[in-house]
């Protein structure tokens, strides 16, 4: 099947620990994004990168580190959690990033439990 | 920088009533608007977008929204509601322009269905 995949689903972990979340797109997108959705709900993007260039980086705590092996591949590391860096974590990508009318395709998530 | 505001962060209605979910956007420049759904413990799907044209644009499972410049609102609405359409609704902006492409989320409208 064509689509975004994310692992893993779930992760718990303890605070001061350092995580990662990888994903993988195979519908051909060149760029792909990194969204974080909060205890109520709210999106907000992190990063996004384009065929493996960082182009948005919305003032995320350096802690996090995104790495785009290939344009199919966008993973999120996570040093010293935090108690606040609990959220669901979604990889998105879409074409590039000239086509603004073009929708994201979303994973489905990789909820991060930090106790 | 574009924005978008959903009014009421919850709207319960009975099975078979029309639903109307409410999004106004701020955008300096032409925007590209689109609905997303979220089920339980899922990624993000897109309803439907607006880009040009046609400003009444119909989506998947029987949704549409309208985009009203007057007005800066694009609200999704569906004549009859169905218990499968309890979920999770994300008015989202993009803008048409720029090097950069992201997409700008409003907090989600949790809709409930009603026997």
């Known amino acids: 099947d064509t689509a975004v995949s994310q692992t893993p689903k779930y992760l718990v972990t303890q605070m001061g620990n350092d995580k990662s979340i990888k994903c993988e797109q195979n519908?051909?997108?060149?760029?792909m994004y990194w969204y974080k959705q909060d205890s109520k709900k709210f999106l907000k993007i992190m990063f996004s990168?384009?065929?493996?260039?960082?182009?948005i980086n919305e003032t995320v705590p350096n802690r996090f580190s995104p790495k785009s092996p290939d344009k199919a591949h966008l993973n999120l590391h996570i040093n010293s959690l935090e108690l606040g860096d609990s959220a669901v974590y979604f990889c998105?990508?879409?074409?590039?990033?000239?086509?603004?009318?073009?929708?994201?395709?979303f994973g489905n998530g990789t909820r991060l439990t930090v106790t | 920088a574009q924005s978008v505001t959903q009014l009421g962060s919850h709207v319960s209605v009975s099975e078979g009533a029309l639903v109307l979910l409410r999004c106004n956007y701020s955008s300096s420049v032409p925007p590209y608007l689109f609905w997303y759904v979220q089920y339980p413990n899922q990624g993000l799907q897109l309803l439907l977008k607006y880009t040009t044209g046609a400003t009444l644009v119909k989506g998947i499972n029987g949704f549409e929204a309208e985009f009203k410049k007057s007005e800066t609102s694009f609200h999704l609405t569906k004549p009859s509601a169905h218990m499968s359409d309890a979920a999770e609704y994300f008015c989202a902006v993009s803008d048409s322009g720029g090097s950069n492409y992201k997409l700008t989320f409003g907090k989600g409208t949790l809709l409930t269905v009603n026997p």
């Open positions: 990168y384009n065929n493996k260039e960082l182009i």
């Open positions: 998105a990508s879409s074409p590039a990033p000239r086509h603004h009318n073009s929708p994201l395709h």
């Open positions: 519908l051909g997108h060149d760029t």
